[in-house]
């Protein structure tokens, strides 16, 4: 097998990647991160299942960021080595969990799910950022970036209630895990129906910052966005530099 068609086979592999995340295919990245956090709703306060939606968000990174880096060299970097990280915290969060029980291992393995969203919401909301034309496909990235904000701050929630050993909710701490993602989504939308509420003050600024973030998000660069469909960005000039 000769090197030039290794390096076609390997360049076509790379395009394939980066396919799955280009505009025409918007709901990759929330199709993914509902998927890996339905696994973990439904295997409740499983360890497996942490691991087993850690594993869905690293797929989404590489496919979402990895897949986009320009320089060769640093993709193959980053494609060898986000695997062995993702490996890495499995590894410790079985470790932990052995050591110091099933939460310490979901705080690891959640969290880390929790760092991964956050990776894939600043590279769409990038593309977002320099979309030359606003067109259809600029709002629904915007939304799917409004979208995976709340996934994020479910994830962030959970980490927390497995981090106090407590629980994150005034109601009682065995809450099932879709109560997090209802909750999420109720306080980025600032409805505040008030059946659940946080019962300490780490949570209570989570939920104060996650209900900022959707407010202003929602009046500023999505309205923005929206005003301004159809417009064509200025191309900056020197002077902008």
């Known amino acids: 097998m000769s090197d030039d068609f290794v390096h076609r086979e390997e360049q076509r592999a790379i395009r394939r990647w980066v396919d799955l995340t280009r505009e025409e295919h918007t709901l990759v990245a ?24 850690l594993l869905l968000q690293s797929l989404l990174f590489q496919i979402a960021v990895v897949a986009h880096i320009d320089r060769p060299r640093l993709r ?48 769409i909301f990038g593309r977002v950022a320099k979309a030359p034309v606003i067109n259809l496909r600029v709002v629904v990235n915007a939304i799917t970036v409004y979208l995976m904000l709340g996934l994020f701050f479910a994830y962030l929630f959970m980490a927390l ?11 009682g701490p065995d809450q099932p895990t879709s109560v997090f993602l209802y909750f999420s989504y109720i306080t980025l939308a600032t409805i505040g129906y008030g059946d659940f509420t946080p019962a300490h003050t780490i949570g209570r600024f989570a939920a104060v910052a996650e209900g900022l973030m959707g407010q202003l998000y929602l009046v500023t660069v999505l309205a923005l966005i929206v005003s301004n469909l159809g417009r064509q960005r200025k191309p900056p000039t020197e002077t902008d530099g």
């Open 76 to 123: 193959r970097i980053a494609y060898i080595g986000s695997p062995l990280i993702v490996v890495g915290v499995i590894a410790l969060s079985g470790v932990l969990a052995k050591a110091l029980g099933p939460d310490a291992g979901r705080v690891t393995a959640i969290g880390f799910s929790a760092a991964l969203t956050l990776g894939v919401i600043v590279r």
């Open 30 to 53: 929330p199709a993914i991160s509902f998927a890996a956090f339905m696994t973990i709703a439904i295997g409740n306060r499983s360890i497996w299942t942490a691991v087993i939606a």
């Open 161 to 171: 209630s497995a981090a106090t050993g407590e629980g994150f909710f005034s109601q």
